[in-house]
């Protein structure tokens, strides 16, 4: 498995702009599809964002399309999640995670390694 450090999250007033960062350690960073979840108090943790091994096209959820962008960059072995004019319900931890699936998942179940999280508060 690989070992997943979030960071970036913070306490932002709606309209702002955060990144997050996901360093992976181990050697095989770049066979993993890496996706960024969020759990809010009270929810279930949900997709937000992923990108193929292959880095091919990036899938998002709906509720992100046009405002959040996922990169990952295989020599840094690190996975970003851009996220701009936030939104009071963008609130949440964001974890990100990786799985040998060739494709994206929005499953949770289908990522064998995850991050411990990073804390994104947005004020309205």
């Known amino acids: 498995q690989v070992q997943l450090v979030e960071s970036g999250g913070g306490y932002v007033q709606a309209g702002a702009s955060l990144r997050l960062s996901c360093v992976a350690s181990?050697?095989?960073?770049?066979?993993?599809?890496m996706s960024w979840f969020r759990q809010a108090p009270g929810k279930e943790r949900e997709f937000v964002a992923g990108?193929?091994?292959?880095?091919?096209?990036?899938y998002y959820t709906d509720a992100v399309k046009g405002r959040f962008t996922i990169a990952r960059d295989s020599a840094k072995k690190t996975v970003y999640l851009q996220m701009n004019s936030l939104k009071p319900e963008d609130t949440a931890v964001y974890h990100c995670?990786?799985?040998?699936?060739?494709?994206?998942?929005?499953?949770?179940?289908?990522?064998?390694?995850w991050g411990q999280g990073t804390q994104v508060t947005v004020s309205s």
């Open positions: 181990g050697r095989t960073f770049s066979g993993y599809t």
């Open positions: 990108v193929s091994w292959s880095g091919g096209t990036p």
């Open positions: 995670a990786a799985t040998w699936r060739a494709v994206v998942s929005t499953l949770a179940d289908e990522y064998n390694s």
